[in-house]
């Protein structure tokens, strides 16, 4: 296993033991089913005690794999299948050694941080390629078969868990668990597009060969030069475009302000970006 690899199966670890400190710490003991294979798990638990989360978990996985394999080909990459077999020992190993018990008893304080920490740990999962399966691959069948967008079935899945558990843990810990799924949903591209935020940056400086020097030299990040004409000059000039992370940016800000204190700087920003020297294009 190379670095890159190395990193990547670490920072997915991290994120599945996030997860499956939120199922034990808050939803489980708090008989709150966000959704999910997790969500499905607890209202199974409930009903039947003597079955693990984590045990039902790994099976409720191997079995989706097994549909997906047999009905839509399966095309999940072995980061994708680490996480959510990953996912499910993590939640058996607290479960077997650690005795878990709710942080709070208080529904809607274990919702809303339940939900902040599965969420961190899933976009983190989701920022390196791979996801935790479970309702994705139902999602997929559901799309296959009946033709029904990925998303809209995402939400048909969750929200037929969470329903569910209104039959199982009444009406209140049911609508917090919708209340969760709606909480997620939104915080999972909350923190996805915070890892992935880059700077969308145009310069218009007299000095643009010093600067694009100091961008590709010091930073090591490419540029692009655009032709354009001042609207009210009528002068030829060259705007400097490139796209860097935060700390380049600030860099880039105070050579800039040094150089040129006349330059003019426009600053956007990226929610990802794809690409040489940034996030792979391929996905496993």
Same mark, same amino acid.
């Given at each position: 296993?190379?670095?890159?690899?190395?990193?990547?199966?670490?920072?997915?670890?991290?994120?599945?033991?996030?997860?499956?400190?939120?199922?034990?710490?808050?939803?489980?003991?708090?008989?709150?089913?966000?959704?999910?294979?997790?969500?499905?798990?607890?209202?199974?638990?409930?009903?039947?005690?003597?079955?693990?989360?984590?045990? +039902?978990?790994?099976?409720?996985?191997?079995?989706?794999?097994?549909?997906?394999?047999?009905?839509?080909?399966?095309?999940?990459?072995?980061?994708?299948?680490?996480?959510?077999?990953?996912?499910?020992?993590?939640?058996?190993?607290?479960?077997?050694?650690?005795?878990?018990?709710?942080?709070?008893?208080?529904?809607?304080?274990?919702?809303?941080?339940?939900?902040?920490?599965?969420?961190?740990?899933?976009?983190?999962?989701?920022?390196?390629?791979?996801?935790?399966?479970?309702?994705? +691959?139902?999602?997929?069948?559901?799309?296959?078969?009946?033709?029904?967008?990925?998303?809209?079935?995402?939400?048909?899945?969750?929200?037929?868990?969470?329903?569910?558990?209104?039959?199982?843990?009444?009406?209140?810990?049911?609508?917090?668990?919708?209340?969760?799924?709606?909480?997620?949903?939104?915080?999972?591209?909350?923190?996805?597009?915070?890892?992935?935020?880059?700077?969308?940056?145009?310069?218009?400086?007299?000095?643009?060969?010093?600067?694009?020097?100091?961008?590709?030299?010091?930073?090591?990040?490419?540029?692009?030069?655009?032709?354009?004409?001042?609207?009210?000059?009528?002068?030829?000039?060259?705007?400097?475009?490139?796209?860097?992370?935060?700390?380049?940016?600030?860099?880039?800000?105070?050579?800039?302000?040094?150089?040129?204190?006349?330059?003019?700087?426009?600053?956007?920003?990226?929610?990802?970006?794809?690409?040489?020297?940034?996030?792979?294009?391929?996905?496993?």
């Amino acid at each position: 296993m190379n670095k890159l690899n190395f990193k990547e199966y670490s920072l997915i670890t991290f994120g599945i033991i996030l997860v499956a400190i939120s199922v034990e710490y808050f939803f489980s003991p708090n008989n709150l089913a966000a959704g999910g294979v997790t969500g499905l798990a607890i209202l199974v638990n409930a009903i039947i005690p003597r079955l693990s989360v984590g045990f +039902i978990t790994l099976i409720v996985n191997i079995i989706l794999f097994l549909l997906a394999f047999a009905l839509i080909g399966g095309n999940f990459g072995g980061k994708t299948i680490y996480a959510s077999i990953g996912l499910s020992a993590i939640i058996w190993i607290i479960e077997k050694f650690f005795s878990p018990i709710a942080i709070t008893t208080d529904l809607l304080m274990a919702s809303f941080f339940g939900s902040i920490i599965s969420a961190v740990g899933m976009a983190i999962v989701f920022n390196q390629n791979a996801s935790t399966g479970g309702t994705d +691959i139902l999602a997929k069948l559901l799309n296959k078969f009946f033709h029904i967008d990925i998303g809209k079935s995402l939400l048909i899945v969750d929200f037929a868990i969470t329903l569910a558990s209104i039959s199982v843990f009444g009406i209140d810990a049911g609508l917090y668990a919708m209340f969760s799924v709606i909480l997620l949903g939104v915080l999972v591209d909350r923190f996805i597009g915070g890892f992935n935020s880059c700077k969308s940056i145009f310069i218009i400086s007299k000095k643009n060969k010093s600067i694009s020097d100091f961008i590709m030299r010091e930073l090591d990040r490419g540029c692009t030069l655009l032709k354009s004409t001042g609207a009210y000059t009528k002068e030829n000039k060259e705007i400097i475009y490139t796209v860097l992370s935060r700390n380049e940016f600030i860099k880039l800000k105070i050579f800039i302000k040094k150089l040129d204190s006349r330059a003019f700087i426009t600053v956007g920003e990226v929610q990802e970006v794809l690409g040489e020297g940034f996030g792979n294009l391929d996905e496993e």
